[in-house]
């Protein structure tokens, strides 16, 4: 076999870690056992500005700091006396408005740090901020409740490190027909027929064998479900929502799937912001909508709940570029019909008390929400998963 076509393919199972001998006992397994509940987490990546989000457009200080920047008062979608929308998220602001929003205000976590990098694998991990796990926390909850690697699938071509676990990763796939083609690949089955169990002892190539081999029986199982489905509802024209259309048509094609990953880039405004926010800011809220409305029509919503985060926020201050620096605390969303706190879950920091930096205090720790989607949607044991206790909040 050509060894370059063998790495090449190698690669797209790279994403799939799994021991073979438990893959085929669960493909059939009754979805009921897992539960009907899912979860839906979406990345705003590159640290969204929450300031200009979610406007304090009372608030003299806000303006003052951002004298180019601000969101005029009069172009705010106002919620309360206080807060209200970017003129963007209109479509969020229904969703508000029909009590089917919950915002978490300055979300983050002690020492927070402000690489962009660091701090997604801070957010993915669940982890503190001095210390570095290999881990996601929802690869932890597919190592101790999954039972196949598409327990959890990220629309993407790569797998983030949130669903990496020790024993089982989730699946990336944009597409699952490429997915199923490529593990069908005469070069791929070659190597999978002609394999030796005593290969799966050898660290390297073992892993390499359990992941191809994983990938093969997992691409079938999501390509046999996703073909049955079909996508009738009419989303936005770009890649965002695209994402949000595969994850609605794979949960009406009745996979066991209980965490879809997706994610939104470009939000690392350091020049120009006031445009770029405003384009992206606008795509999340018209696919948020698509979806929620997609979820309805196929009686799903009540059992999705949906989170929304981004790695950290912006300086309050603004720079010289007409844009934001890195940050630490912001806003967190929550989209779900069956939440116990909608609207706004807390009050936003002072903007006159801010830390060494510039940036807001956190006063909920982003790990207290994870451990209350864990306990309360999941129904699984959080502390196993997050590898300590963290104070559970009231918003699901």
């Not at 408005?97 to 976590?109: A, C, E, M």
């Not at 996979?255 to 994610?263: D, G």
């Not at 919503?301 to 912006?314: A, M, P, V």
């Amino acid at each position: 076999m050509d060894r370059r076509h063998f790495l090449k393919q190698s690669v797209l199972a790279s994403s799939l870690c799994f021991v073979p001998n438990f893959i085929k006992a669960f493909e059939n397994l009754d979805p009921k056992s897992l539960g009907y509940k899912r979860l839906v987490i979406i990345q705003l990546a590159g640290g969204n500005d929450g300031l200009n989000t979610i406007v304090p457009f009372n608030n003299d200080t806000y303006y003052r700091n951002r004298a180019k920047i601000a969101i005029e008062k009069k172009d705010v979608l106002k919620a309360t006396d206080e807060l209200g929308f970017h003129a963007s998220l209109l479509p969020l602001k229904k969703l508000y408005d029909k009590g089917h929003l919950t915002i978490i205000n300055n979300v983050g976590y002690p020492n927070p740090n402000r690489s962009h990098f660091r701090a997604t694998d801070i957010w993915q991990t669940a982890s503190h901020a001095d210390q570095n796990l290999q881990t996601g926390w929802v690869g932890r909850y597919l190592d101790l409740y999954g039972k196949q690697p598409y327990n959890a699938i990220e629309i993407d071509d790569s797998l983030s490190l949130a669903l990496k676990g020790q024993q089982m990763n989730g699946i990336a796939t944009t597409n699952p027909n490429v997915l199923f083609r490529t593990s069908q690949d005469p070069y791929f089955k070659n190597v999978l027929k002609y394999y030796q169990d005593d290969h799966l002892s050898e660290h390297n190539l073992g892993y390499l064998y359990k992941t191809m081999i994983a990938a093969e029986s997992s691409a079938k199982y999501i390509f046999e479900k996703y073909k049955t489905a079909s996508a009738k509802f009419e989303y936005p024209n770009n890649a965002f929502a695209n994402q949000l259309k595969m994850t609605s048509k794979l949960m009406s094609s009745g996979i066991e799937t209980k965490v879809f990953y997706a994610s939104l880039g470009g939000f690392d405004t350091h020049v120009n912001q006031l445009n770029s926010q405003a384009r992206l800011l606008k795509i999340y809220a018209e696919g948020i909508a698509a979806f929620v409305d997609d979820l309805k029509q196929q009686d799903t919503f009540n059992d999705t709940l949906i989170l929304t985060f981004s790695e950290f926020g912006r300086r309050v201050k603004q720079n010289a570029a007409n844009g934001t620096d890195h940050g630490a605390a912001s806003n967190l969303f929550i989209i779900g019909n069956q939440l116990k706190t909608p609207g706004f879950y807390n009050e936003l920091a002072n903007l006159d008390d801010l830390d060494k930096n510039g940036d807001l205090k956190f006063t909920v720790d982003f790990r207290s929400i994870y451990a209350t989607v864990l306990d309360k949607w999941l129904a699984v044991d959080d502390e196993r998963i997050l590898n300590q206790s963290f104070s559970k909040l009231k918003f699901i």
